[in-house]
């Protein structure tokens, strides 16, 4: 069973920057699609950002351009760069790993854009 663990600072004033990371406690396999979803308060989990093992990835509306998820196989690490933060990307962020139909989530890392 994949563990997956988030790292990222979780303060940040509107319009700053912030990278979160997950560490897999096995291989990230090529044919793995990583993908990060967040949880605001009295919200649904959603996704902010997918990866696929073919190198193509996909976006919510109210990220892109502003987003960046990207992995790097050697560290067993997949990242999400935040640009433009905004109040309303405040949530708790998760790692998400599916393989092959097998679905693994890390513990979550809270966000918080505020001034």
């Known amino acids: 069973q994949v563990q997956l663990a988030e790292y990222g600072v979780g303060l940040v004033q509107p319009g700053g920057s912030l990278r979160l990371s997950c560490t897999a406690s096995?291989?990230?396999?090529?044919?793995?699609?990583m993908s990060w979803y967040r949880q605001a308060p009295g919200t649904e989990r959603e996704l902010v950002a997918l990866l696929r093992s073919d190198g193509s990835r996909k976006y919510a509306d109210s990220v892109k351009d502003r987003f960046t998820i990207s992995r790097d196989n050697a560290k067993n690490r997949v990242y999400l760069q935040m640009n433009s933060l905004r109040h309303e990307d405040t949530a708790v962020y998760y790692c998400?790993?599916?393989?092959?139909?097998?679905?693994?989530w890390g513990q979550g890392t809270q966000v918080t854009v505020s001034s």
């Open positions: 998400h790993v599916n393989r092959g139909g097998l679905r693994y």
């Open positions: 096995e291989i990230i396999f090529s044919i793995d699609i």
